[in-house]
């Protein structure tokens, strides 16, 4: 400060502030408020919850690793055991869309790995590449002409008939 200023306008602020010790006969309103709240409606909500969250520590269930028995295929249901066939159906669905998760995830490497080598992508991402091919082949071949209806036992009979091709095709090999 200047020292022409006038100290009386700007006073300078006590060294030491002093403590205020307001001791009272009565209770502070507040504070009692407060205990009897914490006593008598957090205490127990934070036992019940804390028992809730032990309980549930012991049996923890992980939605995104659950894991499907396997149940029967198509061809190993009864005749007229519906619920099988219903089960038959759902595995099959389950692993048409872990097969389609299988060769996106491949498709997304051989993706990166050309984004990652550039101009020598052909020569060093040929493994993907060999991966990829292997990968869809198997899938056309096991759900390629069933369309957007393809169910299991389409993709059964898909199959048997690949088979019987097969069969014939080997057969006509053997026979010249």
Not at 25 to 32: G, I, Y
Not at 56 to 79: G, I, M
Not at 117 to 131: D, I, R, T, V, Y
Request: hydrophobic share 30%; charged share 30%; proline share 5%.
């Amino acid at each position: 400060m200047p020292e022409d200023s006038n100290r009386e306008a700007y006073k300078l602020p006590p060294a030491r502030t002093p403590e205020s010790d307001r001791i009272t006969a009565v209770p502070n309103p507040v504070h009692l408020i407060q205990t009897v709240f914490n006593y008598v409606v957090d205490a127990p909500i934070t036992f019940v919850r804390e028992w809730i969250e032990r309980q549930h520590a012991k049996n923890k269930f992980y939605y995104y690793h659950q894991k499907f028995r396997r149940v029967p295929d198509l061809s190993e249901c009864l005749e007229g055991d519906y619920l099988c066939f219903y089960e038959a159906e759902a595995q099959w669905r389950r692993d048409r869309m872990v097969d389609q998760e299988i060769v996106e995830i491949i498709r997304e490497r051989l993706g990166a790995c050309k984004h990652r080598e550039g101009p020598n992508q052909f020569q060093n991402c040929a493994k993907e590449m060999e991966l990829l091919a292997q990968v869809t082949k198997a899938y056309q071949d096991r759900y390629g002409d069933l369309g957007v209806h393809g169910n299991a036992r389409t993709c059964l009979m898909k199959q048997k008939h690949r088979m019987m091709e097969e069969r014939k095709a080997q057969e006509a090999n053997t026979s010249q």
